[in-house]
């Protein structure tokens, strides 16, 4: 049996610099052997305050395992969507797990949007491969305890919620039979926790006297104390954990004393006054431990603030006694945590940075080493293993006391080595689920450093090894030091200006490819491939890119079939006789290490029966979407308005005048845009708003007449659309709509729909979930005064850049209400 450890390296952090207070807390947690894994659906999913408490004040290892990486949200602080989003949330995850100091988990199911039922859920995730995943973090991690954030029925209110804590249950069992998911015994035994419990509390009730009469069976914990060690409450670095979930806007202000969490039975065997009760969490629970506890308990007695590295020669006694027991789970875990321990008592500085945060296969990396000892202990550096190196560095050098030693080396990447692609997406998955190759790589966070140093020392004569990941620095003026990942890329860059160009005629586009330099000296062929119908000119470009970083615009035309049709696009690079057809996509916030994907560099290209009336739309955004973009692309001049251009005589030139997703949520000055609105579709023209949700509005009225919003969604993209008024001109005129426009709508039909409005608004459309009843409010039209106004929660947002060309055909309709001639729909409607 292979035991395995999951490591969860600072990947692009700068190396830890621990308080004396750490350090203490830390060495305390030496001589703690308990472990808890909290299970829910998303991110933002987790209790900040319990994972807090738990990791810091009982120090237990505590884990968090998220079902899904949030790929299906929103983005209120970029245009990320779905992939990109995912990656955001799974580091603002390790972010928030760095600060209440959890462990992070996943399984491969993809967050496809919101979901009302776990039946729902289970048609899109592979359950099975769902619940093999939790079994296999469970028999990993080896959890004593299990909590989950939600209940397994529709209290829960999410589809994906509620599976998780159906699936928590079922994997609590499972993960203790060797006959479920037989292939994982290859690296893991089989693992039974102690109890599961679902952390519940006033919301899951009735009412508060309901809450009352039942609560007294629940189990009760106070994780609102004080932490001296950390100089803050729970509360606060709750807080502190939850606000790094910035993406979602859920900034977060601390909380100070008495907070009880509850917790209901579940499974396993029942508590009834600890959460731990019947755990034996002490090193006895590991036969021959009971030395390393004594000799970390003396390490605890001794330690000195001002001279941590006094209790090295007891941490490496405890080390020695720690390394002669049997391979064990908690031998694993104890000495990847002393070895912590023991590097931060000796102040012990180790770095390696790279000259630049990228490179190629076969490309030699130039690299700066960096080994302070900040103690009086003698510490020799014998020599440095590289990961993808053949030989050692050796050294055999002196690490004096504050003296540093520093170096530059080269070393060469050899052919073979991987792109830095995050795992989860090197290979095509399906709607409900990511496709992940190896089995040791399913739940990590994120891939392993894409290179690593290990330093072989001796401390005090004996050996220590320490791996550390290959980072780049750079200063700058502003931040200071800004550490990244170093990454593994292709040689070569090919990215699309557009994810979909959209034919609205038989005019052919120019598709512009950027290509851009992994490396210098770069020399090849690049074409676009397209499928029988469609024609490019020319068939193929040579090309040459002489310095890394270096870039080359070409561009090619595509010409259109006649008949309406999608296809895909796909750049090809041929260098050296090999094909290349992977983007470069960044990722940058100050909040996380920056990130890089490698997407194909593919299009979606859409030949469109479209007709459309007027040219000039202007658009306000909110949260942040892509549909100015997806509105250039069928012909229309977008202008995104600013502040100084909220003025009457300006908007009157627009044919329409279009609200982003989220405005009245985002954009406070609306408050003071309302006026002017209301003014130009007086004047007649046409308001387009997008979806707000109902909390946080800038505006108690969003609307000329009397409109509620509500949480009302449709979340089944390929449910059934009605026709309320077939005759209405937004359904004929310039394009007339049909059924068939509704099909290939991706994530979902629309959401937070109104559930109440005045008579002068008319409904257009009705759609409902499986067994709900029929939801009206997707599309509402009103006439005020020489214009209109329309209000819709379907989600264009994510049609228009995904190239749904029903979706085209409609919004384009509703620009153009009222710009027909006599003999058009809308005229004969206005007579009628």
């Known amino acids: 049996m292979c035991l395995l450890l999951w490591k969860q390296p600072l990947v692009a952090q700068a190396p830890e610099k621990p308080s004396a207070a750490k350090i203490l807390q830390d060495l305390k947690q030496l001589n703690v052997l308990g472990s808890v894994l909290y299970v829910a659906a998303h991110p933002d999913d987790e209790n ?44 603002e995850l390790l972010q928030a797990r760095r600060t209440d100091g959890g462990q992070q988990f996943f399984t491969r199911a993809n967050d496809f949007g919101y979901s009302k039922d776990a039946d729902e859920t289970f048609t899109i995730w592979n359950r099975e491969q769902v619940l093999a995943d939790m079994v296999w973090t469970i028999r990993r991690f080896k959890p004593d305890v299990m909590i989950t954030r939600f209940p397994p029925d529709e209290r829960a209110g999410h589809g994906h919620h509620t599976a998780s804590a159906i699936l928590a249950e079922e994997a609590f069992k499972a ?18 926790p102690k109890r599961l419990l679902w952390n519940t509390g006033v919301w899951s009730f009735k009412s508060q006297e309901e809450f009352e009469k039942f609560g007294k069976e629940l189990l009760k914990i106070d994780v609102g104390g004080f932490n001296p060690l950390l100089g803050k409450s729970y509360g606060e670095v709750a807080a502190e954990s939850r606000s790094m979930h910035k993406s979602q806007g859920f900034g977060s202000s601390g909380s100070r004393g008495t907070s009880i969490e509850y917790l209901q039975h579940t499974a396993g065997d029942k508590a009834q006054q600890d959460l731990f009760e019947g755990i034996n969490t002490s090193w006895s629970r590991v036969n021959g431990g009971e030395k390393v506890e004594k000799l970390i308990q003396k390490a605890i007695n001794t330690y000195s603030p001002v001279n941590p590295s006094g209790i090295v020669p007891t941490l490496l006694a405890a080390k020695k006694e720690l390394q002669k027991l049997p391979d064990t789970y908690w031998k694993q875990v104890k000495l990847a945590e002393l070895q912590k321990v023991l590097q931060a008592s000796l102040g012990l500085y180790l770095e390696v940075t790279a000259a630049d945060y990228a490179a190629t296969p076969g490309q030699p990396v130039k690299l700066q080493v960096e080994a302070v000892n900040r103690s009086a202990v003698p510490i020799t550096l014998q020599s440095i293993k590289y990961s993808f190196a053949a030989k050692d560095t050796t050294l055999n050098y002196t690490l004096k006391s504050n003296d540093p030693l520093r170096y530059n080396t080269t070393n060469q990447l050899p052919q073979d080595i991987a792109y830095s692609q995050p795992y989860w997406l090197r290979q095509e998955g399906s709607v409900g689920m990511f496709h992940v190759q190896h089995q040791q790589e399913v739940g990590k966070p994120e891939n392993s450093a894409a290179a690593e140093a290990t330093f072989k020392l ?46 609205a005629s038989q005019e052919p586009k120019q598709v512009q490819v950027l290509l851009k330099a992994g490396k210098s000296n770069v020399t090849g062929e690049l074409k676009l491939t397209l499928p029988k119908g469609w024609r490019v000119e020319p068939a193929s470009v040579p090309f040459q890119l002489q310095a890394k970083g270096a870039e080359k615009s070409v561009g090619f035309m595509v010409y259109p079939p006649k008949e309406q049709q999608q296809a895909q696009l796909k750049a ?60 250039q692309q069928i012909g229309y001049e977008v202008t995104l308005l600013k502040d100084e251009n909220m003025q009457l005589s300006y908007l009157k030139q627009f044919d329409a005048v279009i609200l982003g997703v989220r405005a009245y949520n ?9 006026p002017t609105l209301l003014e130009y579709v007086a004047q007649g023209g046409n308001l387009i708003v997008q979806y707000n949700t109902n909390h946080s509005l800038v505006l108690p009225d969003v609307a000329p007449y009397p409109l509620q919003l509500s949480r009302d969604r449709v979340a089944v993209e390929g449910a059934e659309v009605r026709f309320l008024k077939p005759e209405h001109p937004v359904l004929n005129s310039p394009n007339k709509i049909t059924q068939q426009d509704f099909e290939g709508w991706v994530q979902e039909r629309g959401l937070y729909f109104p559930n109440k409005w005045s008579d002068e608004f008319t409904a257009i459309l009705s759609s409902n979930d499986p067994g709900e009843p029929a939801r009206d409010g997707g599309l509402l039209v009103a006439k005020y005064g020489k214009g209109y106004y329309i209000y819709s929660g379907y989600s264009w947002f994510r049609e228009l850049p995904a190239g749904v060309p029903g979706a085209y055909r409609l919004f384009v309709n509703l620009i153009s209400l009222g710009k027909g001639g006599e003999n058009s729909p809308e005229a004969k409607s206005n007579k009628r």
């Open 48 to 91: 900040t305050r319990l994972i807090a408490y738990l990791s810091n004040e009982k120090l237990y290892n505590t884990g968090y395992l998220a079902i899904t990486r949030g790929d299906g949200g929103q983005n209120l602080i970029g245009p990320e969507i779905r992939e990109g989003l995912g990656i955001i949330r799974t580091q």
């Open 175 to 192: 993960a203790a039979d060797p006959k479920r998911f037989p292939e994982q015994l290859k690296y893991v035994d089989t693992w039974q």
């Open 458 to 503: 001796l401390v005090a004569g004996e050996p220590l090894q320490l791996s550390v990941p290959v980072v780049y620095k750079r200063t700058d003026p502003v931040e200071g030091e800004v550490y990244r990942p170093f990454v593994v890329t292709p040689p070569v860059f090919l990215n699309l200006k557009e994810q979909v160009f959209m034919f």
């Open 572 to 631: 090809v690079a041929t260098v050296a006789g090999k094909a290349y057809s992977q983007g470069l996509n960044e990722i940058n916030y100050s909040h996380i290490p920056a990130q890089v994907t490698f997407p194909e560099a593919t299009a979606k290209v859409v030949k469109l029966d479209l007709q459309k009336r007027g040219d000039k739309v202007a658009y306000l955004m909110g949260a942040g979407d892509e549909i100015p973009v997806s509105l």
């Open 666 to 674: 985002t954009v406070e000055r609306l408050k003071f845009y309302q």
